[in-house]
């Protein structure tokens, strides 16, 4: 299968089903699939390589439920959230590997702030780092046979380190 193209099969009675189709944007080729956990819940992170220095990463991130069927995941970009928050002249740089990284246990995030004219490879304004958090509890429904609910993946913190424009 091309790069540019991945399919996620489940097994069923008589052979598999396609369960999902992704195709990356123009240029880009999907990273190995992660596997975490957190919280108790097992996940799937499914994501583009960034292209060039201004690449951008498309992620789908899916909770892999005990039957072993994938549900999607909604989460929100820290750096479209940080949108609201930025000071006037500062740029943000989002879109990044970083956006979203399992370490130590936590999901976490970072990407930088640029000022107004600064080049793509060097900004000035800092770095935005966090953390995000998981947020819902699916259940097993018994009538439906299916688990119903939904997990999300919101902004837990924000911390902003300056630089100055000297680094």
Same mark, same amino acid.
């Given at each position: 299968?091309?790069?540019?193209?991945? #399919?996620? /099969?489940?097994?069923?009675?008589?052979? @598999?089903?396609?369960?999902?189709?992704?195709?990356?944007?123009?240029?880009?080729?999907?990273? *190995?699939? +992660?596997? @975490?956990?957190?919280?108790?819940?097992?996940?799937?992170?499914?994501? !583009?390589?960034?292209?060039?220095?201004?690449?951008? %990463?498309?992620?789908?991130?899916? /909770?892999?439920?005990?039957?072993?069927?994938?549900?999607?995941?909604? /989460? #929100?970009?820290?750096?479209? !959230?940080?949108?609201?928050?930025?000071?006037?002249?500062?740029?943000?740089?989002? $879109?990044?590997?970083?956006? @979203?990284?399992? #370490?130590?246990?936590?999901? *976490? @995030? #970072?990407?930088? &702030?640029? =000022?107004? $004219? +600064?080049? =793509?490879?060097?900004? !000035?304004?800092? &770095?935005?780092? $966090?953390?995000? *958090?998981? %947020? $819902?509890?699916?259940?097993?429904?018994?009538?439906?046979?299916?688990? %119903?609910?939904?997990?999300?993946?919101?902004?837990?913190?924000?911390? =902003?380190?300056?630089?100055?424009?000297?680094?």
């Amino acid at each position: 299968m091309p790069k540019d193209r991945l #399919q996620i /099969w489940i097994p069923k009675e008589k052979g @598999f089903e396609s369960l999902y189709s992704f195709n990356s944007g123009i240029g880009e080729t999907f990273e *190995k699939p +992660d596997i @975490f956990t957190i919280n108790g819940f097992n996940f799937l992170d499914i994501s !583009t390589s960034p292209s060039g220095s201004g690449g951008f %990463v498309q992620r789908n991130i899916f /909770w892999i439920a005990p039957n072993n069927y994938l549900q999607p995941v909604d /989460w #929100q970009s820290a750096s479209q !959230t940080y949108e609201n928050l930025a000071a006037p002249g500062e740029v943000i740089l989002n $879109g990044g590997e970083k956006e @979203f990284y399992i #370490q130590d246990n936590q999901m *976490k @995030f #970072q990407f930088y &702030l640029a =000022h107004d $004219g +600064d080049p =793509h490879c060097c900004p !000035t304004a800092g &770095l935005i780092s $966090g953390t995000y *958090k998981l %947020v $819902g509890s699916p259940k097993y429904d018994f009538f439906e046979r299916k688990y %119903v609910g939904k997990l999300e993946i919101q902004i837990d913190q924000f911390e =902003h380190k300056r630089r100055l424009n000297s680094e």
